[in-house]
T-cell receptor, first 114, second 114 residues
Framework: AQTVTQSQPEMSVQEAETVTLSCTYD???????LFWYKQPPSRQMILVIR??????QNATENRFSVNFQKAAKSFSLKISDSQLGDAAMYFC???????????FGAGTILRVKS | KAGVTQTPRYLIKTRGQQVTLSCSPI?????VSWYQQTPGQGLQFLFE???????NKGNFPGRFSGRQFSNSRSEMNVSTLELGDSALYLC?????????????FGPGTRLTVT
């Protein structure tokens, strides 16, 4: 069974600064996918970034990038130049190749200070 | 293209009743997954349907059931409601039943059991 752990219940960052959200996971499978989803208050969950486990190169989407350490089973999210609109709950998630079952971490609330 | 829609958005039921929630996926998407979100348990996978067949099931009692229609619309049913069933129920659709594909989430149905 897969498990995903987010050890930071809450983080704060100053506008324009950089913040890193941590995530560790555990799976016995060799093919899997890792995701960061963002859930703004009272709004829909949206995908921030995706990483295929077989790719060594870290995924990047504009101001969002990941540090994927496969051996350590670590998948952290870095947000650069933080903006007020980045304030949300961030979930780390893992899925296997077959089927669309996402296993989520407990989430990290990100607060952005102006 | 319209996003994932869920109806109703809010629902109040009494213990012992049953409830049916509906999810319309993005046009062309064949996979629909359901998740329960609560403050205590976080986001938990309920089940996934692909081409009208249940492919994955989470660890929920048999009171939770679902189905998918030929047009990919999905419903989930909870019978004999308990107070602990109060939650935000999220539906997500995906183009195909492969874990690498992005899941698009709906706004959720907020169920309150009194």
């Amino acid at each position: 069974a897969q498990t995903v752990t987010q050890s930071q219940p809450e983080m704060s960052v100053q506008e324009a600064e950089t913040v890193t959200l941590s995530c560790t996971y555990d799976t016995s499978e060799s093919d899997y996918y890792l995701f960061w989803y963002k859930q703004p208050p009272s709004r829909q969950m949206i995908l921030v970034i995706r990483q295929e486990a077989y790719k060594q190169q870290n995924a990047t989407e504009n101001r969002f990038s990941v540090n994927f350490q496969k051996a350590a089973k670590s998948f952290s999210l870095k947000i650069s130049d933080s903006q007020l609109g980045d304030a949300a709950m961030y979930f780390c998630a893992c899925s296997l190749e077959y089927g669309n079952k996402l296993v989520f971490g407990a989430g990290t609330i990100l607060r952005v200070k102006s | 293209k319209a996003g994932v829609t869920q109806t109703p958005r809010y629902l109040i039921k009494t213990r012992g009743q049953q409830v049916t929630l509906s999810c319309s996926p993005i046009s062309g998407h064949r996979s629909v997954s359901w998740y329960q979100q609560t403050p205590g348990q976080g986001l938990q996978f309920l089940f996934e349907y692909f081409s009208e067949t249940q492919r994955n099931k989470g660890n929920f009692p048999g009171r939770f059931s679902g189905r998918q229609f030929s047009n990919s619309r999905s419903e989930m049913n909870v019978s004999t409601l308990e107070l602990g069933d109060s939650a935000l129920y999220l539906c997500a659709s995906s183009l195909a039943g492969i874990g690498s594909y992005e899941q698009y989430f709906g706004p959720g149905t907020r169920l309150t059991v009194t």
